[in-house]
């Protein structure tokens, strides 16, 4: 079975607007709608050819008139976008998948396929044991991949580790609806009543990959919760935005005295309390608030309330670069709000995961919350996404995760 669809029979063609070879000719995968001549008509998930003025082939990809990325590079100028390309990228991304994680018993929950950062543009593969949530970026990568081809191709070259692959759209116009909407594409249906079990670095966990935000948890924190996990020992740890509880069970496998996990969402305190019991902790060490995080910070600040180790791991607040300076005030207070809350020589570990948040922004925004909240930090490490989560050197922007973890004296 094909692995990519034929939309076109003949390959759209699109001209560069403005100078933009450089950059293409560097890697950088995507093309905005401003910098090209013209919009053809033509349905999502074309087959088209990016060229310069002058009628020069730039590169090979797909093509969607209605998205906020029109164009999607996979082949630069004489290579050959075809069903041979799409299977070798494929193998090439389980191979390094395999070099990271066989033979899986100590880690078999990861991401398989990461878009552009395997030269897949569009296509995300997220691995739970013996489930592979496939997810799509847009109405062009919809149309653009064969989804039963690429659940033959996990189911072989997963052979005898898969049960289920599931499928979740991911609408690029945000609409929550669409976000959540899925179907099976091979094995056993997954549902909320049966969440999968997957372990990650030892420490095990149960999912949602029906109802779950995303594909049901948020594979990018690992390395950064196995570093909290060895701050952990005989602390009081707050985790903020906590989800399912990845850095409480994670904190409390690693001998953490107490965890306090907030979130607003009571379903995923729900999983939160599952996954520190399935790890036979002990519960009378663990408590889920359902709160908003502003508010219990607030609450927290006023009665003068401390914890040792304190995770900041919120959802981005700039969708947009239009939100960058409203995201920037949100932030800074909610980091100075932590900071409070920290106690003398305690840990802070902050976090960001919006793109349009750069590195340097962020530890910007690190320095004024500190300093908004009169607390002097020294930095213990600098994390970010992890090995099976890799961007394009030329798209730095897609390095969208940052983890920076301070010391508080004061």
């Not at 041979?84 to 990228?89: E, P, T």
């Not at 029906?210 to 570093?227: E, I, M, P, Y």
């Not at 909240?373 to 090995?387: E, S």
Request: positive net charge.
């Amino acid at each position: 079975m094909s692995l990519i669809n034929l939309v076109n029979e003949k390959p759209v063609h699109l001209v560069l607007a403005k100078d933009r070879v450089r950059s293409v000719k560097r890697g950088h995968p995507w093309i905005f709608p401003e910098v090209l001549r013209e919009l053809p008509r033509a349905p999502a998930g074309s087959l088209a050819l990016l060229k310069t003025a002058d009628g020069e082939i730039l590169a090979k990809g797909y093509y969607d008139p209605a998205s906020k990325l029109a164009f999607r590079t996979f082949a630069l100028q004489k290579d050959k976008l075809d069903e041979s390309l799409i299977a070798a990228r494929l193998g090439r991304a389980a191979a390094l998948r395999d070099a990271l994680f066989a033979p899986f018993d100590q880690t078999n929950g990861f991401r398989l396929v990461n878009g552009e950062g395997d030269g897949l543009p569009g296509l995300v593969v997220d691995v739970y044991n013996d489930s592979a949530v496939v997810k799509l970026d847009g109405a062009g990568a919809e149309a653009f991949y064969n989804a039963g081809g690429l659940a033959a191709w996990l189911q072989q070259r997963l052979s005898g580790r898969l049960d289920t692959v599931y499928m979740k759209y991911r609408s690029a116009s945000g609409v929550k609806d669409e976000e959540e909407r899925g179907r099976l594409l091979a094995g056993a249906a997954p549902s909320s009543e049966r969440p999968v079990r997957f372990v990650e670095n030892g420490v095990q966990f149960q999912a949602d990959i029906v109802q779950g935000q995303k594909t049901g948890f948020f594979l990018d924190q690992r390395d950064n919760r196995a570093f909290i996990r060895r701050l952990s020992k005989g602390k009081r740890v707050l985790n903020v935005f906590g989800y399912t509880g990845g850095f409480s069970v994670y904190a409390g496998v690693g001998g953490a005295a107490h965890v306090t996990t907030v979130d607003v969402g009571k379903a995923a305190l729900s999983y939160a309390d599952a996954n520190w019991a399935l790890n036979g902790l002990d519960p009378a060490r663990h408590v889920a608030a359902a709160e908003d995080a502003f508010e219990f910070l607030e609450r927290a600040g006023k009665a003068r309330e401390k914890w040792e180790v304190v995770i900041i791991d919120p959802p981005s607040f700039a969708p947009s670069k239009q939100a960058v300076e409203k995201a920037k005030s949100s932030y800074t207070r909610l980091f100075a709000a932590a900071a409070s809350v920290t106690a003398p020589h305690g840990t802070l570990a902050l976090a960001s995961c919006s793109s349009h948040i750069d590195s340097a922004m962020f530890m910007e925004i690190c320095d004024e919350a500190l300093g908004k909240a009169r607390r002097q930090g020294y930095v213990l490490g600098v994390g970010g996404q992890p090995a099976d989560h890799p961007y394009p050197a030329a798209a730095d922007e897609l390095r969208y995760l940052k983890f920076v973890t301070f010391r508080l004296e004061n």
